[in-house]
């Protein structure tokens, strides 16, 4: 589920050779263990995710275990994340080995994107034993991956120089534009879609594969091989020479720097529509990177301009237009402990709240115009985890015109007497906006991760305005 997905966040910034005797753990061995409404970023291009979780009391957790196929021993422990300003300076890791738990803790508003020792433990396989980060902390934690490597194959650093790859995204706004070039550098494009490398070889690491047409300055040249700076990533690379022809020099906006923010957001949202990613807030195809899809929690940092004056906010990887951005509103009035805000406006939004602090967020599907979701300050009344929907206990023929009969409706919390509830909608997708009888649905992991947390007389506020 989207909440229990850890993977390996790409490392280019400082590769690492792998070695035979590590591992690295992430949410596709099923071993990993999540607790808590952990939310995912994603880096763009790569199809990696991590997860992220607003400071907390230490009730959410992501446990990565030491892996059963690794034999006992002493290990070099690693972990990543993807640093920014608002990230914790006090990510606490707890290490359960052979000799004791130790408490290890990290700053996560820098080093990020690269792999940081958490240190060197002896690990005995099916012992229970591996690394948790807990959401104890004074701002935003990440769980990246965990890396395990027998002490004998911890490789050294790399002293050659490296060409910069694809920076791991960060949460700061870059603060150059591009590296010191001849003014002589030419620019070309992709002739088509093409990788770009670390070395001027094909057996080198892939650090971007960009599409057809992508601008790239030539630096110099290796044999067959072009030495390019890569606009998209900010960073230098190496591309077969006949894969890239002549231009142009490219709009301004290509080498310009990032803008500065007009405000700044952090907050927990979702995307709406196809949601495309872009390396700089301007409507360019070439300036998209990738497509984040409909309804994916995404992590906001600030609020940009673009060249034209349109908006567009910042996330972990990119830019994002407006109109693929939903955001909470601020509710008219908070209540202690857990309630659910509900918010009609287009795209539906429910948010789960503690207090005042936003916990999660989703798009859900809202009633029709013939069947409206009803608005006002509401309590969960019953809930129901496997449940069947049938119009005719509304006195409506479930084979008639505006009849249902619903099996397996899962998570179903109802909050008025006549049947209008929050649930899994498993028989539509189109979250957001209007399909449902009154109900709120919602996918299966935000349905799984409400009906976990709420409880019956859990305040539910339904609002239109």
Same mark, same amino acid.
């Given at each position: 589920?989207?909440?229990?997905?850890?993977?390996?966040?790409? @490392?280019? @910034?400082? !590769?690492?050779?792998?070695?035979?005797?590590?591992?690295?753990?992430?949410?596709?061995?099923?071993?990993?263990?999540?607790?808590?409404?952990?939310?995912?970023?994603?880096?763009?291009?790569?199809?990696?995710?991590?997860?992220?979780?607003?400071?907390?009391?230490?009730?959410?957790?992501?446990?990565? !275990?030491?892996?059963?196929?690794?034999?006992?021993?002493?290990?070099?422990?690693?972990?990543?994340?993807?640093?920014?300003?608002?990230?914790?300076?006090?990510?606490?890791?707890?290490?359960?080995?052979?000799?004791?738990?130790?408490?290890?803790?990290?700053?996560?508003?820098?080093?990020?994107?690269?792999?940081?020792?958490?240190?060197?433990?002896?690990?005995?396989?099916?012992?229970?034993?591996?690394?948790? @980060?807990?959401?104890?902390?004074?701002?935003?934690?990440?769980?990246?991956?965990?890396?395990?490597?027998?002490?004998?194959?911890?490789?050294?650093?790399?002293?050659?120089?490296?060409?910069?790859?694809?920076?791991?995204?960060?949460?700061?706004?870059?603060?150059?534009?591009?590296?010191?070039?001849?003014?002589?550098?030419?620019?070309?494009?992709?002739?088509?879609?093409?990788?770009?490398?670390?070395?001027?070889?094909?057996?080198?690491?892939?650090?971007?594969?960009?599409?057809?047409?992508?601008?790239?300055?030539?630096?110099?040249?290796?044999?067959?091989?072009?030495?390019?700076?890569?606009?998209?990533?900010?960073?230098?690379?190496?591309?077969?020479?006949?894969?890239?022809?002549?231009?142009?020099? !490219?709009?301004?906006?290509?080498?310009?720097?990032?803008?500065?923010?007009?405000?700044?957001?952090?907050?927990?949202?979702?995307?709406?529509?196809?949601?495309?990613?872009?390396?700089?807030?301007?409507?360019?195809?070439?300036?998209?990177?990738?497509?984040?899809?409909?309804?994916?929690?995404?992590?906001?940092?600030?609020?940009?301009?673009?060249?034209?004056?349109?908006?567009?906010?910042?996330?972990?990887?990119?830019?994002?237009?407006?109109?693929?951005?939903?955001?909470?509103?601020?509710?008219?009035?908070?209540?202690?402990?857990?309630?659910?805000?509900?918010?009609?406006?287009?795209?539906?939004? @429910?948010?789960?709240?503690?207090?005042?602090?936003?916990?999660?967020?989703?798009?859900?599907?809202?009633?029709?115009?013939?069947?409206?979701?009803?608005?006002?300050?509401?309590?969960?009344?019953?809930?129901?985890?496997?449940?069947?929907?049938?119009?005719?206990?509304?006195?409506?023929?479930?084979?008639?015109?505006?009849?249902?009969?619903?099996?397996?409706?899962?998570?179903?919390?109802?909050?008025?007497?006549?049947?209008?509830?929050?649930?899994?909608?498993?028989?539509?997708?189109?979250?957001?906006?209007?399909?449902?009888?009154?109900?709120?649905?919602?996918?299966?992991?935000?349905?799984?991760?409400?009906?976990?947390?709420?409880?019956?007389?859990?305040?539910?506020?339904?609002?239109?305005?």
């Amino acid at each position: 589920m989207r909440y229990a997905l850890i993977l390996a966040i790409a @490392l280019f @910034l400082q !590769p690492i050779t792998a070695m035979a005797a590590e591992l690295v753990v992430s949410s596709s061995d099923l071993s990993v263990q999540v607790s808590g409404p952990w939310q995912t970023g994603t880096t763009p291009g790569t199809n990696q995710d991590y997860l992220f979780r607003t400071p907390g009391a230490g009730g959410a957790t992501v446990f990565w !275990p030491f892996p059963t196929s690794l034999g006992a021993g002493q290990y070099q422990v690693y972990a990543n994340w993807v640093s920014g300003p608002d990230r914790a300076s006090n990510a606490t890791y707890y290490v359960a080995s052979s000799d004791s738990t130790q408490t290890v803790t990290e700053n996560q508003q820098t080093n990020g994107g690269s792999w940081q020792s958490l240190g060197t433990f002896a690990f005995t396989p099916g012992s229970g034993q591996g690394v948790t @980060l807990t959401d104890s902390a004074t701002g935003i934690v990440v769980a990246g991956s965990v890396r395990y490597v027998t002490v004998s194959d911890v490789p050294q650093a790399a002293t050659a120089p490296q060409p910069t790859a694809t920076p791991a995204p960060t949460a700061a706004a870059p603060t150059t534009a591009v590296p010191s070039t001849s003014p002589d550098a030419s620019w070309t494009v992709a002739l088509g879609a093409t990788d770009l490398h670390a070395g001027p070889d094909a057996g080198t690491d892939t650090l971007a594969s960009v599409p057809q047409f992508s601008y790239l300055q030539v630096l110099g040249y290796s044999g067959d091989w072009a030495y390019v700076y890569n606009p998209r990533a900010r960073g230098t690379a190496y591309v077969r020479s006949n894969a890239i022809g002549p231009s142009d020099p !490219p709009p301004a906006w290509v080498t310009a720097p990032p803008p500065a923010p007009v405000a700044s957001v952090e907050m927990m949202g979702r995307t709406v529509g196809k949601a495309s990613l872009a390396y700089f807030p301007v409507d360019d195809k070439f300036a998209y990177t990738s497509s984040l899809g409909h309804n994916v929690p995404i992590l906001v940092h600030d609020r940009v301009q673009g060249p034209d004056g349109s908006t567009w906010y910042r996330v972990d990887g990119g830019y994002l237009a407006a109109g693929s951005v939903r955001l909470p509103r601020p509710p008219d009035r908070t209540f202690s402990g857990r309630w659910i805000d509900a918010d009609l406006q287009e795209p539906a939004m @429910l948010t789960a709240y503690e207090g005042s602090r936003l916990v999660m967020d989703t798009l859900a599907i809202k009633g029709t115009i013939a069947n409206q979701t009803p608005t006002g300050v509401f309590t969960i009344l019953r809930r129901v985890q496997d449940e069947t929907m049938d119009s005719g206990t509304l006195g409506i023929d479930p084979h008639g015109p505006g009849g249902y009969h619903l099996e397996h409706v899962l998570n179903t919390q109802y909050f008025t007497n006549d049947g209008a509830s929050i649930h899994y909608n498993w028989w539509s997708s189109n979250f957001g906006y209007s399909g449902s009888h009154g109900c709120l649905g919602v996918d299966l992991e935000d349905s799984q991760f409400i009906w976990n947390w709420a409880d019956i007389g859990t305040p539910v506020v339904i609002r239109n305005s």
